[in-house]
């Protein structure tokens, strides 16, 4: 499994195609995150506008593959176990983006509840922010997973799916990742830090799910 994640991951860097992701997530940071915001809001966004990168990234490891080199893999390894190792990959890349962007928003923010009258121990609002970070990076991956291939062929179908099911894991009440953020820009006001554990642990069940779904489904449908 080790060399798969390795094939898939060089497939990912050659191809540049993480590039626009990667641009678009720093532009979003840099528009709204700015020098001196408190500590905690600025880490709830910089969560939350990971999880539509997470998707892409899905979304471009699974349709980035050569279709020749796609079926030498699987026949080799199994689809299923390909199609983990794509999934990996991209939830990988996402984390260290996400756990990037969470020690330079913490470095550059400060540390201070929304009114600037209660100090937040840095640290701990780095911690927060980086699980935060992670259950909106794996509910990315839940949402592209079930947005791509082999839950959805067609390009004109996947990529609106792709990005409603994003925005309703932003913004539904009860969402893991909706939770984390929440939780965050809440702990701003009153200047506490709540680490979300329990949004974290929701978004892990739900990328297990919805991985082992498109995975099963690989060996059943060709590309």
């Known amino acids: 499994m080790t060399a798969l994640l390795r094939y898939q991951a060089a497939l990912l860097a050659r191809s540049q195609r993480w590039l626009p992701p990667f641009i678009l997530y720093a532009a ?34 699974v349709t980035g593959e050569p279709p020749a080199a796609g079926h030498c893999v699987a026949a080799a390894v199994g689809p299923g176990r390909a199609h983990l190792a794509r999934l990996l990959v991209a939830w990988g890349a996402s984390a260290a983006l996400g756990a990037l ?10 540390p201070a509840s929304s009114d600037h009258q209660t100090r937040v121990p840095p640290l701990q609002a780095a911690v927060a922010g980086l699980l935060a970070a992670l259950a909106c990076a794996l509910l990315g991956t839940a949402v592209g997973a079930l947005t791509t291939w082999p839950l959805l062929r067609s390009t004109g179908r996947a990529v609106p799916a792709l990005l409603l099911a994003a925005l309703l894991a932003l913004v539904v009440s009860g969402s893991p990742a909706q939770a984390a953020v929440s939780g965050l820009v809440t702990g701003s006001r009153s200047g506490t830090v709540d680490f979300p554990l329990l949004p974290l642990a929701g978004a892990a069940l739900l990328a297990a799910a919805a991985t082992a ?6 060996s059943r449908r060709s590309p």
């Open 213 to 218: 779904t498109a995975c099963a489904l690989t």
């Open 101 to 110: 962007a969470t020690v330079v928003v913490t470095w550059i923010s400060d």
């Open 28 to 61: 979003f940071l840099g528009v709204g995150v700015q020098s001196g915001q408190p500590v905690l809001d600025s880490l709830g966004y910089a969560a939350a506008a990971l999880l539509p990168v997470a998707a892409w990234l899905v979304r471009i490891c």
